[in-house]
């Protein structure tokens, strides 16, 4: 078992910045793709980005340039800096670990979720 824990949500002004954390505890981190997804309000779960174990990254293109993934193995903690955040990057923020085999975008590849960690940007 992983358990996920994210932090760093809240309120901030269009074109401010955030900085997601996401603790994980359990099994061996570093064996983990760990990913980023988000859901809106009346909006299905998506993709954001995620990172493999080599540090290798892929991003929603809509907020490439601007998202940030990384992630320190040796404190078992994946972040995602935020910058130029818009409106419609408001949503609930979800961490995700999982054993990816074929596609780092698709949710099902993931075992374990973290709660989640509300992000509001203001207009």
């Known amino acids: 078992q992983v358990q996920l824990v994210e932090s760093g949500g809240g309120l901030v002004r269009t074109g401010g910045s955030l900085r997601l954390s996401c603790a994980a505890s359990g099994r061996t981190f570093s064996n983990y793709v760990m990913g980023w997804f988000r859901q809106a309000p009346g909006k299905e779960r998506e993709f954001v980005a995620a990172i493999s174990w080599s540090a290798d990254n892929t991003y929603l293109d809509s907020v490439k340039g601007r998202f940030t993934i990384s992630r320190d193995n040796a404190k078992n903690t994946v972040f995602l800096q935020m910058n130029v955040l818009k409106p419609e990057d408001t949503a609930v923020y979800y961490c995700?670990?999982?054993?990816?085999?074929?596609?780092?975008?698709?949710?099902?590849?993931?075992?374990?979720w973290g709660q989640g960690t509300q992000v509001t940007v203001s207009s």
């Open positions: 995700a670990a999982g054993v990816v085999y074929s596609d780092y975008r698709k949710q099902y590849e993931y075992d374990y």
